[in-house]
């Protein structure tokens, strides 16, 4: 099931961050790896993202994120 979010942080250098889900449910980890995008992958504080939530080996993470600005058509 798609999750729609707003990115709590993300660090460029060490590739990762959260994004608190908008239903206010979890706050979940994202990988650089998880975004779906052309050339860098990154995600900046405050924007609204599109993703899917699994269990990771530490907690909730996303999957498949995408920038809303991408998402909509």
Not at 1 to 27: C, H, P, Y
Not at 34 to 39: F, P, Y
Not at 51 to 65: I, R, T
């Amino acid at each position: 099931m798609r999750r729609s979010g707003t990115v709590k942080w993300f660090n460029d250098q060490k590739g990762f961050g959260f994004i608190a889900l908008d239903d206010g449910s979890a706050e979940v980890f994202v990988h650089h790896t998880a975004i779906q995008a052309d050339g860098f992958r990154s995600l900046a504080e405050g924007e609204k993202v599109e993703l899917d939530v699994v269990d990771g080996p530490k907690g909730p993470k996303a999957e498949n994120v995408v920038k809303q600005a991408y998402f909509r058509t």
